[in-house]
């Protein structure tokens, strides 16, 4: 039995459902942006906008829209956030122009942000406390499957019917979500303002601090765009603490910044989430733009990790709960750091390396993403699970948009180290010793952001 009673079981597979269509268009998009790149002829900085803009949003507002969910029900924000991703979708695969696509695909992100914290924090609320950690275990392996079956299923439907299709294929499912949400019992505590103003300053200096960093490598450190940027980051973070200092009801309330055992917990996320999507990718591109594979099979290549994800998750989610917390999340990043070692020999050509680096990614994940969320429902105190779900779900996000923004300074690195000149628009595409120099550098960033996670890994009970 999947869980006792009739509404736990409809209340899982609802927040699986729309949380399932957040992981495709996380991941798909590594399969079809050399299928973007041919049909909307982009650059590598508008392809990092395309990945980013998604992650820009979700991340910024994935916090007030925690407070949201703690404020007016979790299931009311669940259920307009699958709404509007749906929309959303719909116009990302109608894009016509790769401007259009980013802001599409900024508008998605936003909707991500109302629907995430409010399905994780739901299965601490509407779950007898008993089966949470199967529960999350069975999120988890769920939200894999759609994470499992996004790489191969985007890269049929974009092979065959285009990339636009591999974005729409998740809006049924959505609208699934929705209808079964209705049956999810409202949890709302009236009374606590909401930030909204605190959230578009928030994402404001995220999407300065993310700007910079895609622009810099081609423009320089000097350049003055790159510095209006950082600077107008840095303003932006100012006026958001200030802002936060003064608001009567802060998106981060006093109580959480002052949890340490929270905050390791959320720094651990931001570095051990830095590598899968930064690896997916680079290893998409290499096949792809260097070695000629078509997005089907680029697809079945990148299966085996979210296959492990899928498979272990529940089970190591049950282990990590029951006193091995410190074992899983140490063992994980170490993975995940290792898996770089196999794709390393992708750059000549080998691509049967794709495989056990791809297991590697996966046995790693499979150790923090069940465990972590459910440590962070173990500690997070009564009342507070949404905001802190959407901490974690942001930090999450965060270390994604961070690592991604980051390739394209570690490319241009690798392909100056390898005696390139001035780096083009799209380091990491195309063959020949430059470009293997940018992939190289790529996989160190991921490793070295993996490794960094292990001193921050945190058992799920306090004094422990």
Same mark, same amino acid.
């Given at each position: 039995? &999947?869980?006792?009673?009739?509404?736990?079981?409809?209340?899982?597979?609802?927040?699986?459902?729309?949380?399932?269509?957040?992981?495709?268009?996380?991941?798909?998009?590594?399969?079809?942006?050399?299928?973007?790149?041919?049909?909307?002829?982009?650059?590598?900085?508008?392809?990092?906008?395309?990945?980013?803009?998604?992650?820009?949003?979700?991340?910024?507002?994935?916090?007030?829209?925690?407070?949201?969910?703690?404020?007016?029900?979790?299931?009311?924000?669940?259920?307009?956030?699958?709404?509007?991703?749906?929309?959303?979708?719909?116009?990302?695969?109608?894009?016509?122009?790769?401007?259009?696509?980013?802001?599409? @695909?900024?508008?998605?992100?936003?909707?991500?942000?109302?629907?995430?914290?409010?399905?994780?924090?739901?299965?601490?609320?509407?779950?007898?406390?008993?089966?949470?950690?199967?529960?999350?275990?069975?999120?988890?392996?769920?939200?894999?499957?759609?994470?499992?079956?996004?790489?191969?299923?985007? !890269? %049929?439907?974009?092979?065959? &019917? !285009?990339?636009?299709?591999?974005?729409?294929?998740?809006?049924?499912?959505?609208?699934?979500?929705?209808?079964?949400?209705?049956? %999810?019992?409202?949890?709302?505590?009236?009374?606590?303002?909401?930030?909204?103003?605190?959230?578009?300053?928030?994402?404001?200096?995220?999407? &300065?601090?993310?700007?910079?960093?895609?622009?810099?490598?081609?423009?320089?450190?000097?350049?003055?765009?790159?510095?209006?940027?950082?600077?107008?980051?840095?303003?932006?973070?100012?006026?958001?603490?200030?802002?936060?200092?003064?608001?009567?009801?802060?998106?981060?309330?006093?109580?959480?910044?002052?949890?340490?055992?929270?905050?390791?917990?959320?720094?651990?996320?931001?570095?051990?989430?830095?590598?899968?999507?930064?690896?997916?990718?680079?290893?998409?591109?290499?096949?792809?733009?260097?070695? !000629?594979?078509?997005?089907?099979?680029?697809?079945?290549?990148?299966?085996?990790?979210?296959?492990?994800?899928?498979?272990?998750?529940?089970?190591?989610?049950?282990?990590?709960?029951?006193?091995?917390?410190?074992?899983?999340?140490?063992?994980?990043?170490?993975?995940?750091?290792?898996?770089?070692?196999?794709?390393?020999?992708?750059?000549?050509?080998?691509?049967?390396?794709? %495989?056990?680096?791809?297991?590697?990614?996966?046995?790693?994940?499979?150790?923090?993403?069940?465990?972590?969320?459910?440590?962070?429902?173990?500690?997070?105190?009564?009342?507070?699970?949404?905001?802190?779900?959407?901490?974690?779900?942001?930090?999450?996000?965060?270390?994604?948009?961070?690592?991604?923004?980051?390739?394209?300074?570690?490319?241009?690195?690798?392909?100056?180290?390898?005696?390139?000149?001035?780096?083009?628009?799209?380091?990491?595409?195309?063959?020949?010793?430059?470009?293997?120099?940018?992939?190289?550098?790529?996989?160190?960033?991921?490793? &070295?952001?993996?490794?960094?996670?292990?001193?921050?890994?945190?058992?799920?009970? @306090?004094?422990?």
């Amino acid at each position: 039995m &999947l869980l006792r009673g009739f509404h736990e079981r409809w209340t899982l597979i609802a927040c699986i459902l729309a949380t399932g269509a957040i992981f495709i268009d996380i991941s798909v998009v590594n399969v079809v942006l050399p299928e973007i790149h041919r049909d909307l002829h982009t650059s590598l900085a508008q392809e990092q906008w395309i990945v980013n803009a998604y992650l820009i949003t979700m991340t910024a507002f994935v916090l007030p829209s925690g407070v949201m969910g703690d404020v007016w029900g979790h299931r009311r924000m669940l259920m307009i956030g699958c709404a509007a991703f749906a929309v959303a979708t719909v116009f990302v695969g109608l894009a016509p122009t790769a401007d259009f696509l980013v802001g599409a @695909r900024a508008v998605q992100g936003l909707a991500a942000a109302l629907i995430t914290p409010s399905s994780v924090a739901i299965l601490r609320t509407a779950i007898a406390p008993e089966r949470q950690a199967r529960a999350v275990g069975l999120w988890v392996t769920g939200t894999s499957i759609s994470s499992a079956v996004a790489p191969a299923f985007g !890269g %049929i439907v974009g092979g065959l &019917l !285009g990339w636009r299709w591999a974005f729409l294929v998740v809006v049924p499912f959505v609208l699934l979500s929705l209808w079964l949400a209705r049956g %999810i019992l409202s949890d709302g505590t009236p009374g606590r303002r909401v930030d909204l103003v605190g959230g578009a300053i928030a994402s404001v200096a995220i999407a &300065l601090l993310t700007g910079a960093l895609i622009e810099w490598p081609t423009r320089g450190i000097g350049d003055p765009l790159v510095l209006g940027l950082l600077a107008g980051s840095v303003v932006a973070l100012l006026v958001f603490i200030q802002h936060e200092r003064m608001f009567p009801d802060p998106m981060i309330p006093a109580r959480a910044v002052r949890d340490r055992l929270m905050n390791r917990v959320h720094v651990f996320t931001i570095l051990a989430w830095s590598t899968p999507l930064t690896m997916g990718l680079l290893v998409s591109i290499r096949l792809q733009s260097a070695l !000629g594979y078509g997005p089907i099979a680029t697809g079945f290549l990148l299966l085996p990790m979210s296959l492990m994800i899928m498979t272990l998750s529940r089970r190591l989610t049950a282990l990590a709960a029951d006193r091995h917390m410190l074992l899983m999340l140490r063992l994980g990043p170490l993975l995940t750091a290792l898996s770089v070692v196999p794709a390393w020999f992708l750059a000549d050509g080998r691509v049967w390396v794709v %495989i056990p680096a791809e297991v590697l990614l996966g046995v790693g994940m499979a150790c923090m993403a069940g465990p972590v969320t459910h440590a962070v429902l173990q500690l997070a105190e009564h009342g507070d699970e949404g905001i802190q779900s959407a901490i974690n779900l942001a930090a999450a996000r965060f270390g994604t948009l961070l690592s991604i923004a980051l390739l394209g300074i570690a490319a241009a690195i690798g392909w100056g180290l390898a005696g390139g000149g001035a780096v083009p628009g799209n380091a990491l595409g195309g063959s020949g010793p430059f470009a293997d120099g940018a992939y190289e550098a790529g996989l160190v960033l991921s490793a &070295l952001l993996a490794l960094a996670a292990i001193p921050f890994a945190t058992p799920a009970r @306090r004094g422990a």
